[in-house]
C-alpha cells in the first residue's frame, strides 16, 4: 500500500494513486460536496424553496454515492479508509470556495453546482478506466452516469421552474436582493457625493480661481465623505433582520459611489485653464444628476418625473448655492 506524503513533501499524481486510495478519494469528496449542497439548500430556503428542495435531494444522492463507494471499499480493503482528500492529489480538481461568500447569488450557486457535477463525472469516468476491479469499474461508471444526470437536473430545474413561474420569483426576489445589498446603498452613496460637495468645491472654484487649490478641496471633501458614508452604512444595519445583505458589502457599495461622485466634478480642475476645467464640470454634474435620476427610475421605480424634480432641482439649487457663495 503506498502511502500518502505529508504536507511539504509534494503532492501525488492522479495516475500514481491506488486503487485503495482512489475510493478513499472519492468517499471523501461525496462527503464534501454533499455538505456543500446542504450548505447551498440552508442558505436558498427562505428565499428560493424550489431551488432548496433541489440541493438536499442532490445532497442525500451524494450521501447515496458515498454509502455505496463505502460498502464497496470495506469488501475490498477493510474498515479503514486512507484519510486522502482533493488537496492531497496534484492534478486533481478541486472545489472553489465561493460557499465561503455570503449572499451567493441563485445563479451563480447554480452555475457552480453544474460545475461540480461535470467535474465529478469527469473524476469517475478518469477512475474507471483505471481500474482492473469489475466490480468498482462498475460502480465507478454508474456513479459518472449519475452525477451527468445530476448535471442536467440542474438545468431541467431552471427549465421547469421557468414553465411554473416559479423562476420569476425566484428571480424577482434575487433582483431585490442585489438592489437591497448594492443599488440602494451606492445610489444613496452616488446622491450624496455628488450633491453634497457641489457646493464646497464650486464655491472655492469661483472665490479663489486656482484650479488645483479646487482640486485639493474637491478631493479630500470626496474621500472623507466616502469614509464617513461607508461606516455609517456598514454599521447601522448588520442586515441580519432586515434582509439588506453583509454590512461591508452595503458599506463599500455607499462608499466608493460617495467618493466617485464627488470625484466626478472635481477631476476636472486638474486641467490648469480655470474657465475650462469649470464648463468640463458643469458638464459632468449635469451628466452625474441625470444619471441619478435615471438609476432611481430604473431600479428604485421612482417615476421619472419625481426623480428628476428630486436630484436635478436639488442638485442645481446646491450647485448654485456654492456659485453665488464662492462669487461673493
Known amino acids: ?14 495516475a500514481s494513486l491506488s486503487a485503495q486510495e482512489i475510493l478513499a478519494l472519492a468517499i471523501a469528496s461525496e462527503e464534501e460536496d454533499s455538505r456543500i449542497y446542504r450548505l447551498y439548500a440552508r442558505r436558498l430556503r427562505e428565499g428560493y424553496p424550489a431551488s432548496a428542495e433541489m440541493f438536499e435531494t442532490m445532497a442525500e444522492e451524494e450521501d447515496g454515492h458515498r454509502r455505496r463507494l463505502i460498502a464497496l471499499y470495506q469488501a475490498r480493503f477493510g474498515d479503514l479508509i486512507l484519510p486522502i482528500r482533493r488537496e492531497h492529489v496534484a492534478d486533481f480538481y478541486a472545489r472553489r ?28 469516468r478518469a477512475a474507471a478506466e483505471r481500474s482492473t476491479d469489475a466490480e468498482a469499474r462498475r460502480l465507478l461508471g454508474d456513479l459518472a452516469a449519475e452525477e451527468a444526470r445530476h448535471e442536467s437536473g440542474v438545468e431541467a430545474l431552471a427549465e421547469e421552474l421557468a414553465r411554473s413561474g416559479a423562476a420569476s420569483e425566484e428571480h424577482l426576489a434575487a433582483r431585490r436582493q442585489f438592489v437591497l ?17 457641489l457646493a464646497p468645491i464650486f464655491a472655492t472654484a469661483f472665490a479663489t480661481q486656482n ?33 439588506r445583505g453583509a454590512p461591508w458589502k452595503r458599506g463599500l457599495a455607499s462608499g466608493v459611489m460617495t467618493t466617485l461622485g464627488g470625484l466626478g466634478h472635481a477631476l476636472p480642475y486638474l486641467i490648469p485653464h480655470f474657465w475650462t476645467a469649470t464648463v468640463i464640470a ?6 452625474e444628476l441625470w444619471a441619478i435620476a435615471w ?7 421612482t417615476p421619472m418625473g419625481r426623480a428628476v ?12 448655492a456654492g456659485i453665488l457663495i464662492g462669487s461673493g
Open 282 to 287: 458643469l458638464l459632468l454634474v449635469a451628466a
Open 309 to 320: 424634480f428630486q436630484v436635478v432641482l436639488g442638485g442645481s439649487l446646491v450647485l448654485a
Open 295 to 301: 438609476i432611481q427610475n430604473r431600479y428604485m421605480e
Open 181 to 197: 445589498t448594492w443599488v440602494q446603498p451606492g445610489l444613496a452613496g452616488l446622491m450624496d457625493g455628488s450633491v453634497s460637495t
Open 97 to 124: 470556495p465561493v460557499w465561503l461568500v455570503e449572499n451567493l447569488g441563485l445563479d451563480r450557486i447554480r452555475a457552480e453546482a453544474m460545475a461540480m457535477e461535470r467535474e465529478a463525472e469527469a473524476f469517475y
Open 211 to 243: 484650479p488645483w487649490t479646487t482640486f485639493l478641496v474637491g478631493l479630500s471633501a470626496s474621500v472623507g465623505a466616502g469614509i464617513s458614508m461607508g461606516f455609517t452604512e456598514a454599521a447601522h444595519d448588520d442586515g441580519k433582520l432586515s434582509g
Open 1 to 14: 500500500m503506498r502511502l500518502i506524503p505529508l504536507p511539504g513533501f509534494g503532492r501525488r499524481r492522479f
